[in-house]
Nanobody, 125 residues
Framework: QVQLVESGGGLVQAGGSLRLSCAAS????????MAWFRQAPGKEREFVAA????????YYADSVKGRFAISRDNAKNTLYLQMNSLKPEDTAVYYC??????????????????WGQGTQVTVSS
Protein backbone atom coordinates (compact mmCIF):
# COMPACT_ATOMS: atom_id res chain seq x y z
CA GLN A 1 0.00 0.00 0.00
CA VAL A 2 0.96 3.60 -0.56
CA GLN A 3 0.05 6.55 1.62
CA LEU A 4 0.16 10.06 0.17
CA VAL A 5 0.03 13.21 2.29
CA GLU A 6 -0.22 16.67 0.74
CA SER A 7 0.87 19.90 2.37
CA GLY A 8 1.58 23.51 1.47
CA GLY A 9 -1.88 24.79 0.66
CA GLY A 10 -3.19 28.09 1.96
CA LEU A 11 -4.63 31.48 1.14
CA VAL A 12 -2.80 33.66 -1.38
CA GLN A 13 -3.61 36.77 -3.39
CA ALA A 14 -4.00 36.63 -7.14
CA GLY A 15 -0.60 36.75 -8.80
CA GLY A 16 1.07 35.04 -5.87
CA SER A 17 2.79 31.68 -5.57
CA LEU A 18 2.50 28.49 -3.54
CA ARG A 19 4.46 25.26 -3.48
CA LEU A 20 2.61 22.06 -2.71
CA SER A 21 4.32 18.90 -1.49
CA CYS A 22 3.15 15.30 -1.45
CA ALA A 23 5.02 12.88 0.77
CA ALA A 24 4.72 9.20 -0.02
CA SER A 25 5.17 6.37 2.45
CA UNK A 26 4.64 2.66 2.46
CA UNK A 27 5.41 1.00 -0.82
CA UNK A 28 7.81 3.11 -2.88
CA UNK A 29 6.33 5.20 -5.69
CA UNK A 30 9.70 5.93 -7.27
CA UNK A 31 8.85 3.65 -10.21
CA UNK A 32 5.35 5.10 -10.77
CA UNK A 33 4.22 8.17 -12.62
CA MET A 34 2.59 10.69 -10.29
CA ALA A 35 0.09 13.46 -10.81
CA TRP A 36 -1.73 16.42 -9.29
CA PHE A 37 -5.48 16.86 -9.59
CA ARG A 38 -7.78 19.53 -8.21
CA GLN A 39 -11.44 19.83 -7.36
CA ALA A 40 -13.31 23.10 -7.01
CA PRO A 41 -16.66 23.30 -5.17
CA GLY A 42 -19.46 21.86 -7.27
CA LYS A 43 -17.09 20.65 -9.99
CA GLU A 44 -15.55 17.34 -10.93
CA ARG A 45 -11.98 16.49 -10.02
CA GLU A 46 -9.72 17.55 -12.89
CA PHE A 47 -6.21 16.72 -14.01
CA VAL A 48 -3.56 19.37 -13.42
CA ALA A 49 -0.13 17.89 -14.15
CA ALA A 50 1.79 14.61 -14.21
CA UNK A 51 5.41 13.49 -14.13
CA UNK A 52 7.14 10.29 -15.17
CA UNK A 53 8.83 8.03 -12.65
CA UNK A 54 12.26 9.47 -13.51
CA UNK A 55 11.09 13.06 -13.60
CA UNK A 56 12.26 13.37 -17.19
CA UNK A 57 8.82 13.85 -18.71
CA UNK A 58 5.98 16.09 -17.64
CA TYR A 59 2.52 16.94 -18.93
CA TYR A 60 0.19 19.80 -18.01
CA ALA A 61 -3.41 20.80 -18.43
CA ASP A 62 -3.73 23.78 -20.76
CA SER A 63 -5.19 25.85 -17.93
CA VAL A 64 -1.95 25.74 -15.92
CA LYS A 65 0.71 25.41 -18.63
CA GLY A 66 3.42 28.02 -18.20
CA ARG A 67 2.36 28.85 -14.63
CA PHE A 68 2.72 25.56 -12.74
CA ALA A 69 5.71 23.22 -12.56
CA ILE A 70 5.61 19.62 -11.34
CA SER A 71 8.73 17.93 -10.01
CA ARG A 72 9.74 15.02 -7.82
CA ASP A 73 12.56 13.90 -5.56
CA ASN A 74 12.63 10.12 -5.51
CA ALA A 75 15.29 10.03 -2.80
CA LYS A 76 12.81 11.81 -0.54
CA ASN A 77 9.74 10.05 -1.98
CA THR A 78 8.18 13.47 -2.48
CA LEU A 79 6.22 15.12 -5.27
CA TYR A 80 6.00 18.90 -5.70
CA LEU A 81 3.82 21.42 -7.51
CA GLN A 82 5.16 24.95 -7.84
CA MET A 83 2.26 27.27 -8.62
CA ASN A 84 3.00 30.79 -9.88
CA SER A 85 0.82 33.61 -11.18
CA LEU A 86 -2.14 32.15 -9.32
CA LYS A 87 -5.65 33.11 -10.36
CA PRO A 88 -8.93 32.98 -8.42
CA GLU A 89 -10.02 30.15 -10.73
CA ASP A 90 -7.16 28.04 -9.35
CA THR A 91 -9.02 27.85 -6.03
CA ALA A 92 -9.63 24.18 -5.26
CA VAL A 93 -8.61 21.24 -3.13
CA TYR A 94 -5.43 19.83 -4.65
CA TYR A 95 -4.74 16.09 -4.57
CA CYS A 96 -1.70 14.05 -5.46
CA UNK A 97 -2.18 10.63 -6.98
CA UNK A 98 -0.26 7.68 -8.29
CA UNK A 99 -0.95 4.32 -9.84
CA UNK A 100 0.59 1.12 -11.03
CA UNK A 101 -0.33 1.57 -14.68
CA UNK A 102 -0.67 5.31 -15.24
CA UNK A 103 1.37 7.40 -17.63
CA UNK A 104 1.92 11.14 -17.77
CA UNK A 105 -1.12 11.61 -20.05
CA UNK A 106 -3.48 9.60 -17.86
CA UNK A 107 -6.13 12.14 -16.88
CA UNK A 108 -8.93 9.81 -15.78
CA UNK A 109 -9.25 9.65 -12.00
CA UNK A 110 -10.43 6.04 -12.15
CA UNK A 111 -7.01 4.96 -13.44
CA UNK A 112 -5.22 6.05 -10.27
CA UNK A 113 -4.81 3.63 -7.38
CA UNK A 114 -3.55 5.93 -4.64
CA TRP A 115 -4.77 9.35 -3.49
CA GLY A 116 -3.88 11.82 -0.78
CA GLN A 117 -6.43 13.55 1.41
CA GLY A 118 -6.03 16.90 -0.35
CA THR A 119 -4.85 20.38 0.57
CA GLN A 120 -6.92 23.54 0.13
CA VAL A 121 -5.65 26.33 -2.10
CA THR A 122 -7.59 29.58 -2.04
CA VAL A 123 -6.70 32.48 -4.33
CA SER A 124 -8.30 35.82 -3.51
CA SER A 125 -8.90 38.50 -6.11
Amino acid sequence: QVQLVESGGGLVQAGGSLRLSCAASGRTVSTYAMAWFRQAPGKEREFVAAISWSGGSTYYADSVKGRFAISRDNAKNTLYLQMNSLKPEDTAVYYCASGLRVGIRTAATAEYDYWGQGTQVTVSS
